[in-house]
Nanobody, 123 residues
């Protein structure tokens, strides 16, 4: 009913840039916050950045000044521009959306996750 699809991952060298996209589709009435998380091998999933419906952003300290999150509400899409990438940014990046479903009875607000996209930064 609701699907999040990420794209834009890949292999880059340290100092280079990547732009991730995540598009939400399906029975969606409204989207509240959208965000990016990442999980490196052997580590827990961690917050990277979030964007509210009004465009307010929040970032992990490790990415402040290098990553920029934004969203296009007309396309139900969130982006993550990643500059000055470091090897420690290597992880699977996941998109999450806090949204309210349409054509729903009762409590219709849920969180959905994308399938993840691999980002690998070589030194």
């Amino acid at each position: 009913q609701v699907q999040l699809v990420e794209s834009g991952g890949g292999l880059v060298q340290a100092g280079e840039s990547l732009r991730l996209s995540c598009a939400a589709s399906g029975s969606i009435f409204s989207i509240n916050a959208m965000g990016w998380y990442r999980q490196a091998p052997g580590k827990q999933r961690e917050l990277v950045a979030t964007v509210t419906s009004g465009g307010s952003t929040n970032y992990a300290d490790s990415v402040k000044g290098r990553f920029t999150a934004s969203r296009d509400n007309t396309k139900n899409t969130v982006y993550l521009q990643m500059n000055s990438l470091k090897p420690e940014d290597t992880a699977v990046y996941y998109c999450k959306a806090d949204l309210t479903r349409s054509r729903c009875i009762g409590y219709c607000r849920s969180e959905y996750w994308g399938q993840g996209t691999q980002v690998t930064v070589s030194s």
